[in-house]
């Protein structure tokens, strides 16, 4: 069974640090990945999507890596800033299921000005 | 605002009361979802249509059922709910396919009394 961790739960810094966030799978078989970003009540909004075959993408000041092989990845947010602070959740998509996305319990990260 | 809509999103209702949660999308996605957020705990799929059939179903309540009229509406019927549904309902939509992005809206908060 597909089990998905994010480390650290919570996570506080200064305004203009860089900083990652960590993302691990148990089972190699995936699809892709996808991180998101949620903010207190709200839904998710998609920031990258990596598929298997790749090994990162990257979207402004955020970098998402994948390592298949040992059912990892990160996601670096340079120069953060406050409007970064929210709950980061990664999620994939195992093979053997066209639509399931697990997801871990997400890291909720605080920038402070 | 995202291509995912969801009404209402805040919902009061009683353990004896029938209502029911719509999801919108306008993306031209063929495939939706309802997921549960619980606190302290991962998303949860629930359903799963693709072109208007369900193709998963996670062990959920008979209390909660699913209807998807066509590709573009979503919605879960609501019956004799238990205090600990009260959760975070969250809509999806993809395109039909293994690796592609899921998009989410913004949730319905749900507060069973």
């Known amino acids: 069974k597909q089990e998905v961790t994010q480390i650290p739960a919570a996570l506080s810094v200064p305004e203009g640090e860089n900083l990652v966030l960590n993302c691990s799978f148990t089972?190699?078989?995936?699809?892709?990945l996808q991180w998101f970003r949620q903010d207190p009540g709200k839904g998710l909004t998609s920031l990258l999507l990596?598929?298997?075959?790749?090994r990162e993408q990257t979207s402004g000041r955020l970098n998402a890596s994948l390592d298949k092989s040992s059912g990892r990845s990160t996601l670096y947010i340079a120069a953060s800033q406050p409007g970064d602070s929210a709950t980061y959740l990664c999620?994939?998509?195992?093979?053997?299921?066209?639509?399931?996305?697990?997801f871990g319990k997400g890291t909720l990260l605080t920038v402070n000005p | 605002e995202t291509g995912v809509t969801q009404t209402p999103r805040h919902l009061v209702m009683g353990m004896t009361n029938k209502k029911s949660l719509k999801c919108e999308q306008h993306?031209?996605?063929?495939?939706m979802y309802w997921y549960k957020q619980s606190a302290k705990k991962p998303l949860e799929l629930m359903f799963v249509?693709?072109?208007?059939?369900?193709?998963e179903n996670n062990s959920v309540p008979s209390r909660f059922s699913p209807e998807c009229p066509n590709s573009s509406h979503l919605f879960l019927h609501l019956h004799t709910l238990q205090p600990e549904d009260s959760a975070l309902y969250l809509c999806?939509?993809?395109?039909?396919?293994?690796?592609?992005?899921?998009?989410f809206g913004q949730g319905t908060r749900l507060t069973v009394v």
């Open positions: 249509y693709s072109l208007e059939e369900r193709v």
């Open positions: 089972d190699s078989a995936i699809y892709n």
């Open positions: 999620a994939v998509r195992p093979t053997g299921s066209n639509y399931k996305l697990t």
């Open positions: 990596i598929q298997s075959s790749q």
């Open positions: 999806a939509s993809s395109p039909s396919g293994r690796a592609t992005e899921a998009f």
């Open positions: 993306l031209g996605h063929n495939a």
